[in-house]
């Protein structure tokens, strides 16, 4: 127990974060909690419990990120695992189907190992490059063709969705360029999910009290374009004020900030476009009041390799 | 010792394997909890079925539930049969009844009647993936020679896809264990507690 607590340097920016995180949760609930005593509805309920699950899902984040590095890894690979398995659970694939599966997860701990290890060039070219490749090649080998098409376009896009995209949340932990010159990748993490979630909220609180025009009618009901641009305004304003978790100045903090929240939208959209594919409202209901694992990882899917990407150029031409 | 080694395997292995590598929800299991004798009936599709029901199943009476097993397939070798014995805690009894001195549902009923629990598979072997085939009538025979006994639906759904019929590798698959209430039967007619037991683990279907 020692040990893994003796790796805790909690910077100064990482404590506050935790405190506001704290206090946003704190806040939520006793206002939920008071609004439904006066008024008691439908929504008010929904809002508890998806409180509740965030209370959970907060406090694991939390102490995966203060604790041993190790140990954040093995939790942000059970997270992927959990999103594959999701997946495959939701869209029906075919038998022969298995034993590829079986690889697929294989490269869960692959590609976190590489996360570890900081091999960047192999890390980033594992999945994009070398599985695109051999699952498809190992789907020919079971030998069965019918509907092959299908099961080749699924399985590297979750594998990119669900691995390599949450894999650079990973990759940002001990990566060395993220933490040297006062930059504390552990920092940058933090940042990146607390913007992340923020959008998703601020997206869902303007379009449920603004809400009137849809932006995409067909797919998902519940977007609507005052959602869309409150949340990105909202986002890019409360990056500007969380800006002291990274190393960059106020106009490149706007613009991640509004282009994570972006980003985070078409997550969003694209996951709802498949569970409408499948006629699912949720992928599982694994989290209370939020639905699956992948319900709520949508987002952060499509954000952290962007998020990645953008605060290594900017530090590199720094 | 045989109720530590079966707590072991069951209560803290497997239980934990398929909670957080399988995905398997159990869902109202709690309703076993403060019952001392029951008989479980369940779909059954995979081998993976009776792992997920023992390790259900309280700790405290672990050793007390004996999955029923076909002798011919299970007993082959020696071997086999013993760990069926020790590990699984089965009991092996033989398919047809065509021996007087053997008769599977005499075995089955001494087991019940020396208050021991037992885990049925009424529609008799593994079916086709997912299609619930009728119930077999050694199930209602022995029902109507124990009227008391709770008998307990169980709905397996979709835990056979992470050990299909004819596979070796365990993939994780979202599934999960359903368990029903006890199935209160109206009439002992040997045709009405089939369509009562099987309508009762129907029910579970969502």
Same mark, same amino acid.
């Given at each position: 127990?020692?040990?893994?607590?003796?790796?805790?340097?909690? *910077? %100064?920016?990482?404590?506050?974060? @935790?405190?506001?995180? #704290?206090?946003? /949760?704190?806040?939520? !609930?006793?206002?939920?909690?008071?609004?439904?005593?006066?008024?008691?509805s439908?929504?008010?309920?929904?809002?508890?419990?998806r409180?509740?699950?965030?209370?959970?899902?907060?406090?694991i984040?939390?102490?995966?990120?203060?604790?041993?590095?190790?140990?954040?890894?093995?939790a942000?690979?059970?997270l992927?695992?959990?999103?594959l398995?999701?997946?495959?659970?939701?869209?029906?694939?075919?038998e022969?189907?298995?034993?590829?599966?079986?690889?697929?997860?294989?490269s869960?701990?692959?590609?976190?190992?590489?996360?570890?290890?900081?091999y960047?060039?192999?890390?980033?070219?594992? *999945? %994009?490059?070398?599985?695109f490749i @051999?699952?498809?090649? #190992?789907?020919? /080998?079971?030998?069965? !063709?019918?509907?092959?098409?299908?099961?080749?376009?699924i399985?590297p896009?979750?594998l990119?969705l669900?691995?390599?995209?949450?894999?650079?949340l990973?990759?940002?932990?001990?990566?060395?360029?993220m933490n040297?010159?006062?930059?504390?990748?552990?920092?940058?993490?933090?940042?990146?999910?607390?913007?992340?979630?923020?959008?998703?909220?601020?997206?869902?609180?303007?379009?449920?009290?603004?809400?009137?025009?849809?932006?995409?009618?067909?797919?998902?009901?519940?977007?609507?374009?005052?959602?869309?641009i409150?949340?990105?305004?909202?986002?890019?304003?409360?990056?500007?004020?969380?800006?002291f978790?990274?190393?960059?100045?106020s106009?490149?903090?706007?613009?991640?900030?509004?282009?994570?929240?972006?980003?985070g939208?078409m997550?969003?959209?694209?996951?709802?476009?498949?569970?409408?594919?499948?006629?699912?409202?949720?992928?599982?209901?694994?989290?209370?009041?939020?639905?699956?694992?992948?319900?709520?990882v949508d987002?952060?899917?499509?954000?952290?390799?962007?998020?990645?990407h953008?605060i290594?150029?900017?530090?590199?031409?720094? | 010792m045989?109720?530590?080694?079966?707590?072991?395997?069951y209560?803290?292995?497997?239980?934990?394997?398929?909670?957080?590598?399988?995905?398997?929800?159990?869902?109202?299991?709690?309703?076993?909890?403060?019952?001392?004798?029951?008989?479980?009936?369940?779909?059954?599709?995979?081998?993976?079925?009776t792992?997920?029901i023992?390790?259900?199943?309280p700790?405290?009476?672990?050793?007390?539930?004996?999955?029923?097993a076909?002798?011919?397939?299970?007993?082959?070798?020696t071997?086999?049969?013993?760990?069926?014995?020790?590990?699984?805690?089965?009991?092996?009894?033989?398919?047809?009844?065509?021996?007087p001195?053997?008769?599977?549902?005499?075995?089955?009923?001494?087991?019940?009647k020396?208050?021991?629990?037992?885990?049925?598979?009424?529609?008799?072997?593994?079916?086709?993936?997912?299609?619930?085939?009728?119930f077999?009538?050694?199930?209602?025979?022995?029902i109507?020679?124990?009227?008391?006994?709770n008998?307990i639906?169980?709905?397996?759904?979709?835990?056979?896809?992470?050990?299909p019929?004819?596979?070796?590798?365990?993939?994780?698959?979202?599934?999960s264990?359903?368990?029903g209430d006890?199935?209160?039967f109206?009439?002992?007619?040997?045709?009405?507690?089939?369509?009562?037991?099987?309508?009762?683990?129907k029910?579970?279907?969502i």
């Amino acid at each position: 127990m020692n040990k893994i607590f003796n790796s805790i340097d909690l *910077i %100064p920016e990482i404590q506050w974060v @935790i405190a506001i995180i #704290l206090m946003i /949760l704190v806040i939520a !609930t006793t206002l939920f909690w008071i609004w439904g005593m006066i008024k008691p509805s439908k929504l008010v309920d929904e809002m508890q419990i998806r409180t509740r699950s965030w209370w959970i899902m907060c406090s694991i984040f939390v102490f995966a990120s203060v604790v041993d590095p190790v140990i954040t890894y093995l939790a942000l690979g059970f997270l992927s695992f959990l999103t594959l398995r999701e997946i495959y659970s939701l869209l029906s694939l075919r038998e022969t189907d298995r034993s590829v599966l079986f690889f697929c997860y294989l490269s869960i701990p692959i590609q976190y190992f590489l996360a570890f290890k900081g091999y960047y060039t192999l890390f980033l070219i594992f *999945i %994009p490059v070398f599985m695109f490749i @051999i699952i498809p090649f #190992l789907l020919v /080998l079971t030998g069965e !063709t019918k509907d092959i098409i299908r099961t080749m376009c699924i399985l590297p896009t979750s594998l990119m969705l669900g691995v390599f995209g949450i894999s650079h949340l990973a990759l940002l932990i001990n990566f060395p360029e993220m933490n040297s010159n006062g930059v504390s990748g552990k920092a940058l993490l933090l940042f990146l999910i607390f913007i992340t979630e923020a959008n998703d909220i601020m997206q869902f609180v303007w379009g449920k009290i603004f809400g009137k025009h849809k932006i995409l009618p067909k797919v998902s009901p519940n977007k609507t374009w005052e959602g869309f641009i409150g949340g990105v305004i909202s986002t890019a304003i409360i990056g500007y004020f969380m800006g002291f978790l990274t190393p960059l100045n106020s106009w490149q903090l706007i613009l991640l900030s509004g282009s994570i929240a972006i980003f985070g939208f078409m997550g969003d959209a694209i996951m709802s476009a498949v569970k409408r594919d499948f006629g699912v409202k949720d992928m599982s209901n694994a989290i209370p009041g939020h639905g699956g694992i992948l319900d709520r990882v949508d987002s952060l899917s499509t954000t952290a390799s962007p998020f990645f990407h953008m605060i290594y150029f900017i530090i590199l031409s720094a | 010792m045989k109720k530590i080694i079966l707590i072991i395997i069951y209560s803290v292995f497997w239980r934990n394997f398929l909670k957080i590598f399988i995905g398997l929800s159990y869902i109202n299991n709690k309703s076993l909890k403060n019952k001392k004798q029951f008989i479980l009936i369940a779909n059954h599709n995979s081998h993976m079925d009776t792992m997920a029901i023992m390790s259900a199943i309280p700790s405290k009476y672990i050793h007390k539930v004996h999955p029923i097993a076909a002798v011919d397939f299970f007993g082959g070798s020696t071997v086999k049969k013993f760990l069926m014995r020790y590990l699984v805690n089965a009991t092996l009894i033989k398919r047809d009844r065509n021996d007087p001195n053997n008769d599977p549902i005499d075995s089955m009923d001494k087991m019940v009647k020396k208050s021991r629990s037992l885990i049925l598979y009424p529609e008799g072997s593994r079916g086709t993936a997912g299609v619930m085939t009728n119930f077999k009538k050694g199930l209602a025979y022995l029902i109507q020679r124990n009227q008391d006994v709770n008998v307990i639906p169980v709905y397996l759904e979709n835990i056979y896809k992470t050990l299909p019929k004819g596979k070796k590798l365990i993939l994780p698959y979202n599934c999960s264990i359903r368990f029903g209430d006890p199935i209160k039967f109206e009439s002992y007619e040997l045709e009405d507690i089939l369509t009562t037991s099987e309508k009762a683990l129907k029910k579970l279907i969502i």
